[in-house]
């Protein structure tokens, strides 16, 4: 074997080496030990709830398995509920952040800031801005990051909830204390929430939902990457490119354009659960507070309801009649999951409600049964 030969393959042992390494890395890091803050559960959770003030950016996984059926004007919301997707984030504070929706064929950006939303949406080439903010609305990809799905769902403990605290795990490289929410509600199908926290900021960097009974989360979102520092204004707050298409609108989703077309005002009170703060301005769409069991109503135009009843008829489902003890009754399809569950109410009176929870079907047509009456 000549010298030159000899060195040209040192020479790529050596890369073949570095790479090896690198490739090696990430197993290494994930197989190093986790740490432990040592602090209790209760602590963690005053940390995460206090955490909206912690500057941060990284990579997030979505996964969910849901199984929900598309629904006409609902797929944005629900899209993200089923299969895995990934998203980037970029947070500044409460109400400056950006939030990018990755696909295949590109991405659409939430951008948060002092008046409100715009929503930059690339394969459309299209800005759009959301004037205020919605009492009412869908959920968005913004929504189902750790930090902010973490919140809302620590919002929702009860007294009577039992909370543990879980071994530590590495998540994005790092160590993340954990607690686990064992729900005591038997009205939700929530079995338990995990909570993993980055221990040195408090900002949540996993959050798995278990439906009871189950063994495996219905629904994870964690960080693949993280880093707790201040994200640059130009990652935050991107310049759009020239000959951008630009609109406003007052009602971002379907959902928040549902009270334009209704007067129909929604009770206070609903299965034994109040209506939350806020809706009273916009009563005929409303949210029930339940803890863990809490669940939305909607009543629908009269056409857009057909296509719903329509759409969940070819998923399967099957109209019931229900008639109520006293007053009138009507006709329902529930859309169920292991983790939401969602009926289609049409009562005798006309209307068509749209109602959904974490609750079990029962919980829905007490409901349906009270809205008939």
Not at 50 to 71: D, F, K, M, Q
Not at 79 to 106: N, Q
Not at 278 to 292: D, H, K, L
């Amino acid at each position: 074997m000549s010298v030159v030969r000899r060195d040209a393959r040192r020479r790529w042992a050596v890369v073949v080496a570095f790479v090896a390494a690198l490739c090696a890395t990430p197993v290494a890091l994930a197989a190093y030990p986790a740490s432990s803050s040592g602090r209790d559960p209760a602590e963690q959770i005053q940390r995460a709830l206090g955490s909206g003030t912690r500057a941060h950016e990284g990579l997030i996984e979505v996964t969910g398995s849901l199984g929900l059926p598309n629904l006409p004007g609902l797929d944005d919301a629900t899209g993200a509920l089923h299969g895995t997707s990934r998203m980037r984030s970029w947070y500044d504070g409460t109400h400056r952040w950006r939030v990018a929706e990755l696909s295949m064929t590109g991405e659409r950006d939430y951008l948060a800031n002092a008046d409100g939303l715009d929503v930059w949406d690339y394969e459309r080439n299209q800005l759009t801005r959301i004037a205020g903010r919605p009492v009412v609305r869908l959920p968005n990809a913004a929504d189902l990051t750790p930090p902010s799905l973490a919140r809302r769902l620590l919002k929702l403990v009860r007294a009577r909830d039992k909370v543990t605290a879980l071994k530590p795990r590495r998540i994005a490289g790092g160590s993340a204390d954990g607690l686990r929410i064992t729900t005591s509600d038997q009205d939700t199908t929530i079995g338990a929430v995990d909570v993993w926290s980055d221990p040195s900021t408090g900002v949540p960097l996993e959050v798995d939902v278990v439906s009871r009974g189950a063994a495996r989360p219905a629904l994870t979102t964690r960080f693949l990457e993280f880093t707790a520092k201040r994200p640059a204004t130009s990652d935050v707050a991107p310049r759009p490119a020239r000959g951008l298409m630009r609109g406003t609108v007052d009602a971002p989703d379907l959902l928040s354009r549902l009270v334009t077309f209704t007067n129909l005002r929604l009770p206070d009170r609903l299965a034994g659960r109040e209506a939350m703060p806020g809706t009273a301005s916009v009563a005929s769409i409303r949210g029930y507070t339940g803890g863990f069991a809490s669940l939305a109503v909607a009543p629908l135009p009269p056409r857009y309801g057909q296509r719903l009843v329509g759409a969940a008829q070819e998923a399967g489902a099957d109209a019931v009649p229900l008639r109520p003890t006293a007053g009138r009754g009507g006709e329902y399809l529930m859309l169920t999951t292991p983790l939401l569950n969602a009926m289609l109410f049409h009562a005798d009176v006309g209307t068509t409600f749209l109602l959904v929870g974490a609750v079990r079907p029962e919980v829905l047509k007490t409901a349906a049964a009270e809205l008939a009456s």
